[in-house]
C-alpha cells in the first residue's frame, strides 16, 4: 500500500458525459501528479500540482481539467467523454517536488470505461 | 523534448535464470533520474530502481540491476534468479532535474511485458 488512495476504483459511463476522479496524497505529500494510461498513449503524464497550484501541464486535453485543495487531495474533471478517453488514470504524489529526488508514490488507479 | 525507448514489447525468461530488458532515452540535458517501474497484474505501479545520471556507478536492489551508459543514452535492467513474481509489464522512465530541484514529470517507455515460466 503506497499510501495514495484514488476513488472510485471503476468507473463506467457514456459518451458525453462528465466526471470527476479524486485523489488523496501520502500524508505530508505537497504534490500530486496525474498519468494516463491507455493502450493507444500508453503511460503519459497529464499535470502536476504543487500545494494547490499548478506546475506543469503535459498532454492534457482541454476537456480535462484539475485541481488541487487546502487539504491537498486532488480532483481530475473529465468532459464531453470519447470513447477514446476510456483508461487507467494515476494519480501519484511526493513530499516535495524541488528535491534533487522526488520518489513518486502511485495509487492504484481509477479504471474509467466510457461506452 | 524528452523521449524514452523499449524496443521489446513482450520478453520470457524460465525461473532462476536471468533476462535483461532494454531501455533508450533521448535528452539534450545532463541532468537527470532515470528509473524502472513495474507494474504487475494488480496494476500497481511499483519503484524497482532508479539511476542518477551524475553518478557513473550502476545501482542495484537485490536481483535487480541496471547498466546505464550514459553517452550512448541507455539504461537497462537485469533481474537475476528471476522469480515467479516477476512476471509483470516493466517500464522504463525518465524525469530532469536541474541544479538539484527535480521537475517532477515522469517520461515513460512504452513498457516490456515480462513473463518468468516455471
Known amino acids: 500500500d503506497s499510501g495514495v488512495t484514488q476513488t472510485p476504483k471503476h468507473l463506467i459511463t457514456a459518451t458525453g458525459q462528465r466526471v470527476t ?16 494510461q491507455s493502450l493507444d498513449q500508453g ?59 522526488n520518489e513518486q508514490f502511485f495509487g492504484p488507479g481509477t479504471r474509467l470505461t466510457v461506452l | 523534448a524528452q523521449t524514452v525507448t523499449q524496443s521489446q514489447p513482450e520478453m520470457s525468461v524460465q525461473e532462476a535464470e536471468t533476462v535483461t530488458l532494454s531501455c533508450t532515452y533521448d535528452t ?15 496494476r500497481q505501479m511499483i519503484l524497482v530502481i532508479r539511476q542518477e545520471a551524475y553518478k557513473q556507478q550502476n545501482a542495484t536492489e537485490n536481483r535487480f540491476s541496471v ?23 516493466y517500464f522504463c522512465a525518465f524525469t530532469l532535474t536541474a541544479g538539484g530541484t527535480s521537475y517532477g514529470k515522469l517520461t515513460f517507455g ?9
Open chain 2, 28 to 42: 539534450s540535458e545532463s541532468n537527470y533520474y532515470l528509473f524502472w517501474y513495474k507494474q504487475p497484474p494488480s
Open chain 2, 67 to 89: 547498466n546505464f551508459q550514459k553517452a550512448a543514452k541507455s539504461f537497462s535492467l537485469k533481474i537475476s534468479d528471476s522469480q515467479l513474481g516477476d512476471t509483470a509489464m
Open chain 1, 21 to 36: 476522479l479524486r485523489c488523496s496524497p501520502r500524508s505530508g505529500d505537497l504534490s500530486v501528479y496525474w498519468y494516463q
Open chain 2, 110 to 118: 512504452q513498457g516490456t511485458i515480462l513473463t518468468v515460466h516455471p
Open chain 1, 43 to 101: 503511460l503519459q503524464f497529464l499535470i502536476q500540482y504543487y500545494n494547490g497550484e499548478e506546475r506543469a501541464k503535459g498532454n492534457i486535453l482541454e476537456r480535462f481539467s484539475a485541481q488541487q485543495f487546502p487539504d491537498l487531495h486532488s480532483e481530475l474533471n473529465l468532459s464531453s467523454l470519447e470513447l477514446g478517453d476510456s483508461a487507467l488514470y494515476f494519480c501519484a504524489s511526493s513530499y516535495e517536488y524541488s528535491l534533487s529526488y
